[in-house]
Nanobody
Framework: VQLVESGGGLVQAGGSLNLSCATS?????????ITWWRQVPGKEREGVAC????????LYGDFVKGRFTISTDNAKTTVYLEMHNLQPEDTAVYYC?????????????????????WGQGTQVTVSS
């Protein structure tokens, strides 16, 4: 069972990137929760965007401000993060993670310890 992120890279401020998270070895199938996270060295990992069967609609971190969109393919084997108007402060390693616990709710979607399966991450660098 693996999550494999791809799509990171170097982009100028104001640019866009599309990240992918492939659920290798299992089909997420929309069951449970899948969330994009990001982490800057020396800082805590923060939730970016989330899709869960436990509540309606995606959730986004406050800093997203309408710039990112999380989505899945029809087969629900790959989860995407479409990012626009990227800024230098968006520079981080981006991870996807899956949680199967029903404890993921509107107030707990970004509780790190609830997530069981993590990808290796993909670096996003935004130059000014």
């Amino acid at each position: 069972v693996q999550l494999v992120e791809s799509g990171g890279g170097l982009v100028q401020a104001g640019g866009s990137l599309n990240l992918s998270c492939a659920t290798s070895g299992f089909i997420w199938g929309g069951d449970g929760t899948i969330t994009w996270w990001r982490q800057v060295p020396g800082k805590e990992r923060e939730g970016v965007a989330c899709i869960s069967k436990n509540f309606r609609g995606p959730l986004y971190g406050d800093f997203v401000k309408g710039r990112f969109t999380i989505s899945t393919d029809n087969a629900k084997t790959t989860v995407y993060l479409e990012m626009h108007n990227l800024q230098p402060e968006d520079t981080a390693v981006y991870y996807c993670a899956v949680a199967t616990t029903p404890r993921i709710r509107l107030r707990t979607w970004d509780w790190l310890y609830l997530y069981e399966i993590w990808g290796q991450g993909t670096q996003v660098t935004v130059s000014s």
